[in-house]
């Protein structure tokens, strides 16, 4: 029975945090230690519980069921499941995510030195593109293109500027502001949700498991074994680099006061710390860091389409890859704030999805749980959804009334209202009956 190499484990888990590692991962921990600034601590352990510790438990919940997003569906039908496996590959995919790791690595990286004009947007997504269609074109060679030799130079840069951050801090801890000051665990827990790292567990599990198997792993227990030892590998990495990332924000807040975002602020520290030098240090981080993400992506949309409508994986990923293009050209502010309603109403689906798989086991018939707790999480997610639009005049004063619905969180208590009384209606039925033929 062949295993893997330490070599190669250490590779895969790479692989895996070059996945995870984007733009928003580096952009958003800045402007959140900012932010919360004596409140650093709780505001940075409510990023990592959504930042770090779903998307883990994510690949976990993947790794079990021995499959992708279509597996951990499974309980609540193929209709359903298929509904949401679209929406979720479409958001991390080509309408939000992918253009964004684009868009940001030009806004934070490559700015300083073109300036922000559409022709060079233009230019260097063109030239990005076309770089991680090269590389999606042949997923089994990831391990060994991304894991061996992009994540090294990444990892370098991003130790490099973490080690700044710590013992070159610009100065010292700021005073918290805005809704940080009352409740930084519950908006550095929100913040967690931007990244989009839980939606990107969601269809890299399947990625993970492919370039195992590619290396000749067929026991599904090992890939099983694998894909949680990668997981664990990177979700040390993105704990660190968060953790570094938003001292780095707390400890500049009279260097970049007025900035307005977590790339303003980077720029400001790096050019600050290491000169005009830092610059290329941080346009090295950004645009790695968003090829290897994007790359993942691109990979991961294209087997699934690919399947779902029985086309070819290469055309699937270059028909991917134009419409990322366009998307990405419409600026990053647009992007962002487009984005925060979907996520806002799509996040609470996969972190119930993901809880209930890992506890599928507590019930007779995972149906009668998985069903309705979908349901309801769908609908007080929409509401929240749509209040983070803005659009508060179309959801009912009652959604406004609940506990948390004020942090976006409102379909919390519902749903675990719904999932006390579906186990203790599924323990009431008993275990199903067999099927017969």
Known sequence: MKVLQRSDILALGFMTFALFLGAGNIIFPPSAGMAAGEHIGLAALGFLLTGVGLPLLTVVALARVGGGLPTLTAPIGRVAGSVLAVAVYLTIGPLFATPRTAVASFEVGIVPFTGDSKLALFIYTSAYFAAALFLAFNPGQLVDRVGKLITPVLIAALLTLGAAALFVPAGSIGVASGAYRDEPLVQGFLQGYLTMDALGALIFGIVIATAIRDRGIADSRLVTRYSIIAGLIAATGL?????????????????????????????????????????????????????????????????????????????????????????????????????????????PLAIVLVVLSLLDRLWLSPSRVFVPAMAVTLVFGLADGLAAAGLTEVVPELFSQLPLAGQSLGWLVPVLLTVLLATALDRALGRPLPATA
């Not at 400001?268 to 968003?290: K, P, R």
């Not at 994986?313 to 991917?320: D, N, Q, S, T």
């Open 239 to 347: 704990s660190l680099v968060y953790l570094s990332l938003f001292y780095l924000g707390a400890t500049s807040n009279e260097l970049a006061s007025g900035a307005q975002n977590g790339g303003q602020i980077l720029t400001a520290y790096v050019q600050h710390t290491f000169g005009d030098s830092g610059i290329l240090l941080l346009a090295m981080v950004m645009v790695l860091a968003c090829l290897t993400t994007g790359v993942g992506l691109l990979t991961a949309c294209g087997e699934f389409f690919s399947e779902l409508l029985k086309v070819p994986y290469r055309a699937v990923v270059v028909v991917l890859t134009v419409f990322s293009l366009i998307v990405s050209n419409q600026g990053l502010t647009q992007l962002i704030s487009v984005s925060i309603p979907v996520l806002v109403g799509l996040y």
